[in-house]
C-alpha cells in the first residue's frame, strides 16, 4: 500500500491520559500536514512539516499538543493530559512539494472518556 | 471566522440526474479550490481542482465552476451515481504552504 498509512486507527483513552499518533507519509512527499475534524465540521488545520521543519502551527494546536517529523519521514503527534473536547478524528495528509492538495491517510479516531 | 462555507448541510437527488454542490469563500486571495470527497471512516479523497485565475475545470462526470465576483464555487456530477453517495467538503489554498481551509461539508444521497 503506497498510500498515507496512520496508526492507530482507533483510541479510547481516559482524560488526563497522554496519547501518540504516528503517521507514514507518501514515500517522497516531503510536505506532511495534520488535521482535526470534529462531528459535524470539516478538517481543521493544526500544524505543517516540510522535510523535517515544523514551518506553521494552528491556534487550535494548545501547548498540550506536539508534533513531530524527526527525520523527514514518519511523523507523530502527541496529546498530553487529554481533555474530551481532544476527542475528534486526526488526519495526516502529504504532498510533494509541487502539488496542489494532499494526499490524505484514514485518520485516527480519538474518544476521550 | 469561516472563510469557506457550504451552506446546504445535504443534498438528495435521482441516480442519472444532476448534482449541484455549492461553496462561498471570504477570502479573495485564494490561489485554488479544491472539492474533497469522504466516506465514512475514511479520510478526504481529492477529486478535482481549480485555479482562481479560471473559471471552469472539467474531469469526467465532475465540473467546477468558479466565478470570483460572486466568491461562489460550484462542483456538478453528471450523471449521478449511487456510488457517489458521500461527504463532499470545498477547500481552498492561498500561498505556497499548500494548507487547506475546508468547508462544513454536503452530504449527498444519490437515490437508485
Known amino acids: 500500500d503506497t498510500g498515507v498509512s496512520q496508526d492507530p486507527r482507533h483510541k479510547i483513552t481516559k482524560r488526563g491520559q497522554n496519547v501518540t499518533f504516528r503517521c507514514d507519509p507518501i514515500s517522497e512527499h516531503n510536505r506532511l500536514y495534520w488535521y482535526r475534524q470534529t462531528l459535524g465540521q470539516g478538517p481543521e488545520f493544526l500544524t505543517y512539516f516540510q522535510n523535517e521543519a515544523q514551518l506553521e502551527k494552528s491556534r487550535l494546536l494548545s501547548d498540550r499538543f506536539s508534533a513531530e517529523r524527526p527525520k523527514g519521514s514518519f511523523s507523530t503527534l502527541e496529546i498530553q493530559r487529554t481533555e474530551q473536547g481532544d476527542s475528534a478524528m486526526y488526519l495526516c495528509?502529504?504532498?510533494?512539494?509541487?502539488?496542489?492538495?494532499?494526499?490524505f491517510g484514514q485518520g485516527t479516531r480519538l474518544t476521550v472518556v | 471566522d469561516q472563510q469557506v462555507k457550504q451552506n446546504s448541510p445535504s443534498l438528495s437527488v435521482q441516480e442519472g440526474r444532476i448534482s449541484i454542490l455549492n461553496c462561498d469563500y471570504t477570502n479573495s486571495m485564494f490561489d485554488y479550490f479544491l472539492w474533497y470527497k469522504k466516506y465514512p471512516a475514511e479520510g478526504p479523497t481529492f477529486l478535482i481542482s481549480?485555479?482562481?485565475?479560471?473559471d471552469k475545470n472539467e474531469d469526467g462526470r465532475f465540473t467546477v465552476f468558479l466565478n470570483k465576483s460572486a466568491k461562489h464555487l460550484s462542483l456538478h456530477i453528471v450523471p449521478s451515481q449511487p456510488g457517489d453517495s458521500a461527504v463532499y467538503f470545498c477547500a481552498a489554498i492561498r500561498g505556497a504552504t499548500n494548507k487547506l481551509i475546508f468547508g462544513t461539508g454536503t452530504l449527498l444521497a444519490v437515490q437508485p
Open positions: 495528509a502529504s504532498s510533494p512539494g509541487t502539488a496542489i492538495g494532499a494526499f
Open positions: 481549480i485555479s482562481s485565475i479560471k
